[in-house]
Nanobody
Framework: QLQLVESGGDSVQPGATLRLSCVAS????????FGWFRRAPGKGREWVSS???????SYSDSVKDRFSISKNDAKSTVYLIMNNLEPEDTALYYC?????????????????WGQGTQVTVSS
């Protein structure tokens, strides 16, 4: 059974760092690109970052200087390190998988989605 399970979300103060993890199972991890999306309260789902099957990263303008995406093929896990968190980063963060070399900001490119992990940034 194909599954994506996110973890690492927490309630933190502005300026803090969090590392989100997305553990994949049930499919050939190495052949997929992965993305992180988020949905803030009252807003639509927003693309945050992606990583290709060959580990090429891409970022939205709002996070590119603060967030870092990576993956560990041996552990079938994708990470998102979020530095210098801001209240505007408060959202439910989702991991997604696309059966392709590289995927970007379009949700339709991704076939599989996790249930999300909550990040709350507040003083």
């Amino acid at each position: 059974q194909l599954q994506l399970v996110e973890s690492g979300g927490d309630s933190v103060q502005p300026g803090a760092t969090l590392r989100l993890s997305c553990v994949a199972s049930g499919f050939a991890f190495n052949y997929y690109a992965f993305g992180w999306f988020r949905r803030a309260p009252g807003k639509g789902r927003e693309w945050v970052s992606s990583i290709s099957s060959e580990s090429r990263p891409s970022y939205s303008d709002s996070v590119k200087d603060r967030f870092s995406i990576s993956k560990n093929d041996a552990k079938s896990t994708v990470y998102l390190i979020m530095n210098n968190l801001e209240p505007e980063d408060t959202a439910l963060y989702y991991c997604a998988a696309a059966y392709t070399d590289a995927a970007g900001e379009f949700m339709d490119d991704y076939e599989y989605w996790g249930q999300g992990t909550q990040v709350t940034v507040s003083s």
